[in-house]
């Protein structure tokens, strides 16, 4: 559910499908799963760690959840996600994040109702940004998924699949994702502290899309917890 800026915001059923069968995007990692998505005494500045005084600042391990969902058009997929990241002293930000996709069906204008699921459903992905003052602006990466999509319409139905698309392709990436000079979303711009932050985003007309991240600073200095 990668969005890209020329796409156009309500498609008719065949055209979706087209759609959704051209578009690719760069691949990540193979999913490795979640167990090791918390900070632990191997992580930067754990409490109770052994290590001595630095020249610099060690880097702070934060963990997090995220719940995306994408809704609208032939889309209404939801990503629920865990993940973990430092933030070092030049201010740049590293980590990764574990992804289980799922998807419900959903009603196009006109009654056809589309059925999509993809393999993998769950994957990795990077995390990459930076600390801006008081927050965080994350991008996550991408991953590559394979698409089956049923059409049940009056008087027939049918599948199709495409391999090769972005496994965010129902567009909570719009709140996700950094692009650049044709940003129309992301990166995901959270309170650095112990918070819950909700993000929107929206192609038009009834394509939207909510991502709620969640993140808490593990290795912090125990004391008083800021909480949205």
Partial sequence: MHPKSSRTPVL?????????????????????????????????????????????????????????????????????GKFKFTSNDDDTVNGTAHIRMSHAPATMPGGCIFTRSQDPEEFDVSIDGRRSGDRFELNFGTALAAYTI???????????????????????????????????????KVPAEDASTTLHGSYGGDHRATATIQIECASCTPGPRLMK
């Avoid at 069968?21 to 754990?46: I, K, N, R, V």
């Fill in 150 to 188: 049923t059409t049940q319409c009056q008087g027939h139905s049918g599948t199709g699949s495409g391999p090769g698309m972005d496994a965010f392709m129902g567009g909570s990436d719009l709140v996700l994702h950094d692009y650049g000079p044709t940003l129309r979303g992301g990166p995901a």
């Fill in 12 to 80: 008719s059923p065949v055209a979706a499908i087209v759609l959704a069968l051209l578009l690719s995007l760069p691949a990540a990692a193979q999913a490795q799963g979640s167990a090791g998505l918390s900070c632990g005494p191997e992580d930067p500045q754990q409490p109770g760690s052994s290590g001595g005084a630095s020249a610099a600042p060690e880097p702070q391990c934060w963990e997090g959840t995220l719940q995306a969902l994408a809704e609208g058009n032939i889309y209404n997929d939801t990503a629920d």
